[in-house]
């Protein structure tokens, strides 16, 4: 009877995991603490609400494919309904764009939460002729 040898783990692999575990929680603090985001209702109708506002990159990086998230909520803060909304391409450091979100109308509605949901970090390229 043979006896396979004992695997051992990947320094590599155990090394990319690591780096992700631990570089998750600055990219959620980043998207958290490197975004301003206002808004206002824009129009209600039947179905639905239009929320219109403008996302601020306070940070020193430029962020890519930017999403907002806009949330109804009810008076102890459950969520009612969400939509989510494309804001930019590209938005520079320090750069701003605005956006409009739709959320459906829901009875029960008291007040509404937006925020950025998703964006990738960028850097901004050069190009050349």
């Known amino acids: ?6 695997r051992k783990p990947r320094p590599l692999l155990v090394a990319a995991v690591a780096l992700l575990v631990l570089a998750s929680p600055p990219l959620l603090a980043f998207a958290q603490a ?3 985001v206002t808004y206002r209702v824009e129009r209600t109708e039947a179905q639905r609400v239009e929320l219109a506002g403008n996302v601020r990159n306070v940070g020193g990086i430029d962020a890519v494919d930017v999403y ?9 803060g459950k969520v009612l309904a969400r939509g989510i909304a494309f804001v930019a391409a590209s938005l520079p450091a320090r750069g701003e764009a605005d956006f409009s979100a739709r959320v459906p109308n829901v009875p029960g509605t008291t007040s509404f939460r937006v ?3 998703n964006f ?3 850097l901004r390229r050069s190009e050349s002729p």
């Open 1 to 6: 009877m043979s006896t396979r040898p004992v």
């Open 34 to 36: 490197n975004f301003t």
């Open 68 to 76: 907002v998230t806009a949330e109804a909520l009810d008076a102890s």
């Open 115 to 117: 925020g950025v949901s």
């Open 120 to 122: 990738r970090v960028g």
